[in-house]
């Protein structure tokens, strides 16, 4: 079978997808590279786009990178490619976290990933109240296979068990409500209406705050003067999945991120919401308590899924500002 080209239409369509994941304070932290000769995406982390407060160990940052990276495999087998992706290669670029080679051969056997590129374009994180309804058994034992799939794990807790995880998320929560500087820095993030941003989070994507006080639901702009909306009632029992991993190296990382986006458009193409309760992770007391009794267990990100209203969009970089020309000897990283 003919391999098709890497033209200029194939790596806009590549690269619209890549800056379509989620990322932390949609902070997008990523640049690319094309290598023409051996036919490759280059993800690169930017270093420009840190939090250094809330992720300085950039394990965050991480996470959003490979939830880019499983989106450029998404899109590369949309366009008729098998991808194959190397993490961290070997190479002179310590930036380079990651290469996705356009191949022509499929492995046999393995699931497409075809069936999940529609969600991605629908993928978008909801901050309003869901309506309480269950997602379906059939539908979350699919949400465990896609983060297995990607080398995580996924766990659904029971009532007593999400109750418990939605304490520590309020606890730091808390914390980050009083902590000046990571307040602070998470505001930098917040653009006015109108501004004409390709990152961070827009004031009219915030959700409200749950009347309830069951969901702990971040607050971006805390005691300044801004617009908040009132605040509303919450579903009763929260649906939520916690995403880990057994190990908890940069490698790990980046599997984590590509099992989070998997998990997302999963819940996505299924009319599923969600949304990202982070905080407890940016606290390494309350990430150790989030693993529970849990053995080998490294809490990367808690998940809250269920049906309501869809998420707002947030900008995004476009794909042009996004891709880097080939410099220097990059191609000893594939």
């Known amino acids: 079978m003919q391999t098709r080209e890497v033209d200029a239409t194939a790596v806009q369509a590549l690269l619209a997808a890549a800056v379509a994941a989620p990322s932390i304070h949609n902070?997008?932290?990523?640049?690319?590279?094309?290598?023409?000769?051996?036919?490759?995406?280059?993800?690169?982390?930017?270093?420009?786009?840190?939090?250094?407060?809330?992720?300085?160990?950039?394990r965050a940052q991480y996470l959003s990178v490979g939830a880019a990276v499983f989106n450029l495999r998404v899109a590369a087998e949309h366009l008729g490619w098998h991808p194959v992706v190397r993490l961290r290669p070997a190479?002179?670029?310590?930036?380079?976290?990651?290469?996705?080679?356009?191949?022509?051969?499929?492995?046999?056997?393995?699931?497409?990933l075809r069936a999940l590129h529609a969600a991605i374009e629908r993928r978008h994180t909801s901050r309003m109240p869901f309506t309480g309804r269950p997602v379906p058994d059939s539908i979350v034992s699919e949400m465990t296979g896609s983060a297995r799939a990607e080398g995580a794990r996924l766990d659904v807790p029971d009532i007593m068990a999400t109750r418990r995880l939605?304490?520590?998320?309020?606890?730091?929560?808390?914390?980050?409500?009083?902590?000046?500087?990571?307040?602070?820095?998470?505001?930098?993030?917040?653009?006015?209406?109108?501004?004409?941003?390709?990152?961070?989070i827009p004031l009219t994507s915030l959700g409200p705050q749950?009347?309830?006080?069951?969901?702990?639901?971040?607050?971006?702009?805390?005691?300044?003067?801004?617009?908040?909306?009132?605040?509303?009632?919450?579903?009763?029992?929260?649906?939520?999945?916690?995403?880990?991993?057994?190990e908890d190296r940069r490698h790990d990382w980046l599997r984590a991120g590509q099992a989070l986006e998997r998990v997302l458009l999963t819940t996505t193409a299924h009319g599923v919401r969600t949304s990202i309760l982070h905080q407890a992770m940016e606290w390494p007391d309350l990430r150790e308590a989030m693993a529970g009794s849990r053995r080998?267990?490294?809490?990367?990100?808690?998940?809250?899924?269920?049906?309501?209203?869809?998420?707002?969009?947030?900008?995004?970089?476009?794909?042009?500002?996004?891709l880097e020309p080939l410099t220097g000897r990059e191609t000893d990283a594939t």
């Open 27 to 58: 902070t997008q932290p990523w640049r690319f590279g094309l290598d023409p000769d051996s036919r490759s995406i280059l993800v690169r982390v930017d270093r420009r786009r840190q939090l250094p407060t809330t992720d300085p160990q950039l």
């Open 91 to 112: 190479g002179e670029d310590p930036d380079v976290l990651a290469t996705v080679r356009l191949t022509g051969t499929a492995v046999p056997g393995q699931p497409s």
């Open 166 to 200: 939605l304490r520590l998320t309020a606890a730091a929560e808390s914390r980050n409500t009083v902590h000046s500087a990571r307040a602070a820095e998470a505001r930098t993030w917040i653009t006015a209406p109108g501004a004409d941003a390709a990152y961070g």
């Open 210 to 246: 749950d009347a309830s006080g069951r969901i702990p639901v971040r607050d971006f702009i805390g005691a300044l003067p801004a617009p908040h909306l009132p605040a509303l009632r919450f579903e009763r029992h929260a649906q939520v999945a916690l995403l880990w991993t057994t």
């Open 296 to 322: 080998r267990c490294h809490p990367q990100v808690l998940i809250r899924f269920g049906y309501g209203p869809e998420g707002a969009r947030t900008p995004r970089a476009s794909a042009d500002s996004v």
